[in-house]
């Protein structure tokens, strides 16, 4: 089940940044870089990673309701936080 979810969301990734390169957003996925983080099954593997602006771009380019709650909770990390 790891593996299927793994494999959808890196095609979902890769999709997504294609699509934002196309839009002329290259600037949004050349911010997200790659750090070694521990998966499920204990070994450590590249990660993408972004900041909380770098992820409320790419969130807001997603064409979907689901991500509605996410969208939402990054907002609420903006007005607490300082950037």
């Keep these: 089940m790891i ?5 959808s969301a890196r095609k979902y ?3 997504l940044a294609e699509r934002l390169k196309t839009e002329g957003s290259e600037q ?3 911010n ?4 070694k983080l521990e998966a499920a099954d204990g070994k450590m ?3 993408d990673v972004a900041d909380a602006q770098t ?3 790419i969130v807001q ?3 979907s309701k689901k991500a509605e709650p996410i969208k939402q909770w990054l907002a609420k990390l903006f007005n607490y936080s300082t950037f």
Aim: charged share 20%; aromatic share 8%; proline share 4%.
């Design 13 to 15: 990734w890769n999709k």
């Design 61 to 63: 380019s997603v064409p």
């Design 55 to 57: 992820m409320l771009r």
């Design 45 to 47: 593997r590249l990660t």
């Design 32 to 35: 997200c870089h790659q750090l």
């Design 3 to 7: 593996e299927k979810n793994y494999q």
């Design 28 to 30: 949004t996925v050349t």
